[in-house]
């Protein structure tokens, strides 16, 4: 128990001890870990963002004018039978005009003799089947469908969000790679400060007969609160900043409460690794 | 079994056939052969370089010789895991070359460390570092730090951590070195107490010790042996 209360006072003894070097180390570490969540929130507002918009594509079958009405309800239910549809909806000539004269303002197709609009299947997806390669593979399998004219769905577009995406999510990778990076180098330099300026302390602690664990103890520790102290204070502050500003023209999308306490839960670890390493070569 | 068992009827030391050359070619200790019961002590004489320091880094477990044993408390210390290092250590003490005080923590500071491996509580601790300070009439300098003390005080302070401690074997180099007279006799009392009180010393110097220890053997370093 003696020995537990001395390891867990030690590590706090040793950040007041330094003062001025503990808190460099604690700002220092609080600005990438704000980077990180930064990051965090970009990614997670851009991802919402494209998410909205893509969930807008819909798919437009147009039927051959040699198909029968009688054989429209074959067609339909191919179109649905896909796993991925979440609504088909079949838009007769007649639709398709009330459709265009409201769109217009006025029925640009009174002088026809005949209605020329073609009759259309309006396909509508599961958000989480809307991908590029689902669409195209779709497309493929209807386009064989006998009645079916023509397809058309916004296939450059939803490519473009796509690249977007996949860029994105390369550049929150490299960046969460690169600052998890710093933080651990931060928390490694600051415990090998630490160990260093107590380097008389270590060895004489090991003549006394203290082990490598127990010597180690306080240092990990203490990289533990460095980094459980930055990221904890890092998300105060973001959510102090998020109380006082309203958004109106994009909506911020800030991780989940859990996400958060297993971001701090990996902090946590990143400092014991930062710590561990740390101290290592002091004690050799 | 790891535990470090004290026999008092068998061999505290015993560093049979050791030599070491350290980093460089020249041999440092060639057969050098050393054995003390327990209880007894041992001054040992050598110039600067002889390897007085070393000896106490190779016996501490700090160096490995190239060849021979050393058998400290009974067992070969480089034969055994780290723990029975740790544990070894815990019963050797030392004042001088390598053990030094910490300089930035206060004696009381310096003086726990030892009773905090061994688990004792804090009123434990206090209780036996107050009576430790009074005897070694630095209870005033309780609070202080160990860089301010003075080259005796801070001697004195590294055998009052071994006495808390309760070392029966305590390495000393050079103890008298740089003392005034004054606090040189008190430390030459002090050491002879310790040798009465059944503490094995080994006592590391240049020239003449200015202790006398009964019954301690002498030995001089001559040529890597003990002579």
């Known amino acids: 128990m003696n020995k537990i209360f001395y390891l867990i006072k030690k590590p706090l003894a040793n950040i007041i001890g330094r003062p001025l070097s503990a808190l460099t180390s604690l700002l220092s570490l609080l600005l990438l870990m704000l980077m990180f969540d930064l990051v965090w929130i970009s990614s997670l507002t851009v991802d919402n963002y494209l998410e909205n918009i893509t969930t807008d594509i819909d798919m437009e079958i147009y039927l051959d004018d040699s198909l029968p009405d009688s054989t429209v309800a074959v067609v339909m239910e191919a179109v649905t039978a896909p796993d991925g549809i979440a609504k088909a909806v079949y838009i007769s000539r007649e639709d398709a005009r009330d459709k265009l004269h409201s769109l217009m303002g006025t029925d640009l197709l009174a002088g026809f003799g005949e209605n020329p609009l073609p009759r259309s299947i309006i396909v509508t997806f599961i958000p989480e089947y809307l991908n590029s390669s689902y669409l195209a593979e779709l497309t493929s399998s209807l386009e064989r469908l006998q009645g079916v004219s023509e397809i058309y769905y916004p296939g450059d577009w939803l490519e473009k969000i796509e690249g977007t995406h996949s860029l994105l999510l390369k550049i929150v990778i490299f960046l969460g790679i690169v600052i998890s990076l710093a933080v651990v180098l931060n928390l490694l330099y600051t415990i090998r400060l630490s160990a260093r300026s107590r380097g008389q302390e270590l060895i004489q602690h090991r003549l006394l007969g203290a082990g490598k664990i127990f010597l180690s103890f306080p240092y990990i520790v203490e990289g533990i609160i460095y980094s459980l102290a930055a990221a904890a204070a890092g998300w105060l502050i973001i959510y102090y900043a998020s109380m006082r500003l309203t958004f109106t023209s994009i909506e911020i999308v800030f991780p989940a409460r859990l996400e958060i306490i297993y971001f701090c839960l990996t902090a946590l670890l990143v400092g014991l690794a930062g710590g561990y390493i740390g101290i290592r070569r002091s004690l050799r | ?227």
């Open chain 2, 1 to 227: 079994m790891d535990e470090v068992k004290l026999n008092n009827d068998g061999k505290i030391i015993e560093l049979a056939e050791v030599a070491y050359s350290g980093t460089g070619r020249h041999k440092i200790f060639d057969n050098l052969n050393l054995s003390l019961n327990y209880g007894q002590s041992a001054v040992i004489k050598g110039p600067t370089g002889a390897g007085k320091t070393t000896l106490s880094e190779i016996i501490i477990g700090l160096r490995k010789p190239d060849s021979g044993t050393v058998m400290v408390f009974g067992q070969n210390i480089f034969d055994r895991n780290e723990r029975f290092l740790k544990l070894a250590r815990r019963k050797i003490g030392g004042v001088g070359g390598i053990f030094r005080p910490i300089e930035y923590q206060t004696v009381y500071e310096n003086l726990q460390y030892p009773l905090i491996l061994r688990g004792d509580g804090s009123s434990k601790r206090r209780t036996k570092i107050t009576d430790i300070l009074n005897q070694l009439h630095l209870f005033t300098k309780k609070n202080e730090i160990a860089a301010n003390l003075s080259r005796g005080e801070q001697v004195l302070l590294l055998l009052g951590r071994a006495i808390v401690a309760d070392q029966p074997l305590i390495l000393i180099d050079e103890p008298l070195a740089g003392l005034d007279p004054e606090m040189s006799g008190v430390v030459a009392e002090l050491l002879k107490r310790l040798n009465v009180a059944g503490h094995s010393l080994i006592v590391l110097t240049g020239g003449r010790t200015g202790v006398s220890l009964p019954d301690a053997a002498e030995y001089c370093i001559v040529d890597g042996k003990l002579k």
